[in-house]
């Protein structure tokens, strides 16, 4: 997904792409929110699909890890029935790129940039001797 590179003087909303929010849940594993598609007067929009997404948490080290995930359903019986596929899918994911944060993490080099050592020592070569990391 290309990144928004709208300002706050461009914050205008699209009349033709409003939708109503409403939130379910069981209150024991899960919410499943449901974007239903309305027109500018508020009035029901049957020409757009509504849109489900679910929402789960994830216990970690560092506490709960919210996941949101699309659910593709036709109405709610079917996303609910849906959840929890989806959820193991969301929460899949989610788990991925987190591995995949931390190998880049650790794997992370620091390289100082180019002439920072000569401008910290008044001159050229680099640092004095004293350290204990030595390139021949």
Known sequence: MAADTRTSADAAMDAASL?????VTDRK????????????DGSADRARKTLYTGEAQVMTNMGALPVSFDI??????????KYGDAARAGIERTMRELQELRRQ?????????????????????????GGKIQIP
């Open 19 to 23: 939708y109503r929010e409403e939130i």
């Open 72 to 81: 593709d359903a036709e109405n709610l019986a079917e996303a609910v029935e």
């Open 29 to 40: 594993i899960g919410t499943i929110r449901m974007l239903v598609p309305v027109q500018s």
């Open 105 to 129: 993490a650790s794997s992370g080099l620091i390289v100082p940039p180019a002439g920072a050592a000569s401008a910290l020592t008044g001159g050229v070569g680099g640092m004095p001797g």
